[in-house]
């Protein structure tokens, strides 16, 4: 079965200063990779994902994602960060059910990304 | 705004109810998924539909639930519930079964089992 890790629980990062979220996946096949925040008391919001193509990723709100095939790892970066991008934050690998033919997407434990002042 | 919306957004009720959600997936949106998060089990995937029928599966108990109507709206029903059941239920939606498309996410329903 296809899996994520997100090996932090919690990262502190001044604003203004760059961040990263680390994500390692294990997957047979292609990996199609997710991330995802979450603000209190809210639903989940896309940012990017990697299907195929260049390693590195564009998303939303200026956030980035490296893919590294060697490493399994897909971390996500932002240059900048804002005290306003504190939130829950979780990778997740895309997992094919082929009976069926459905698929569902496995997620990672999520890292509490904390922007000071 | 995903697009997607769930109802109601908060359910208090006692165990041993049956209790269900629903689910309205985004514009032309095809696949509807339901997950639960919970604080020790993260989220978990409970299953999907696709254009009315059943195709995937997940972590969800026999006493669950789920249906996709021909609108494209889903239920999921919860029923003998537990303590354990309380959590946040999500649902998500995509535009086909691939699992290519991003999945787009509602704002929840949390679930208190008293």
């Known amino acids: 079965a296809q899996s994520v890790a997100q090996p932090e629980d919690q990262v502190n990062v001044a604003e203004g200063n760059p961040l990263t979220v680390k994500c390692t996946y294990s997957v047979s096949g292609n990996p199609y990779l997710f991330w995802y925040v979450q603000y209190p008391n809210r639903g989940l919001q896309f940012l990017l994902k990697y299907i195929t193509g260049d390693n590195l990723v564009k998303g939303s709100y200026g956030f980035e994602a490296e893919f590294n095939k060697s490493q399994t790892s897909f971390h996500l970066k932002k240059p900048s960060a804002l005290v306003s991008d504190s939130a829950l934050y979780f990778c997740a690998v895309r997992d094919s059910i082929l009976t069926g033919g459905g698929n569902k997407l496995t997620f990672g434990t999520g890292t509490q990304l904390k922007v000071e002042l | 705004d995903s697009g997607v919306t769930q109802t109601p957004k908060h359910l208090i009720t006692a165990t041993g109810q049956r209790v269900t959600l629903r689910c309205s997936p985004r514009?032309?949106?095809?696949?509807v998924y339901w997950y639960q998060q919970s604080l020790d089990q993260g989220l978990q995937f409970l299953i999907q539909?696709?254009?009315?029928?059943?195709?995937a599966k997940g972590n969800i108990l026999e006493r669950f639930s789920a249906q996709q109507f021909p609108d494209l709206h889903s239920e999921l029903n919860l029923s003998s519930l537990e303590l354990g059941d309380s959590a946040l239920y999500f649902c998500?939606?995509?535009?086909?079964?691939?699992?290519?498309?991003?999945?787009?996410f509602g704002p929840g329903t949390r679930l208190t089992v008293t």
């Open positions: 998500a939606s995509s535009p086909d079964s691939s699992g290519l498309y991003e999945q787009y």
């Open positions: 539909y696709y254009n009315g029928e059943e195709r």
């Open positions: 514009s032309g949106d095809l696949s």
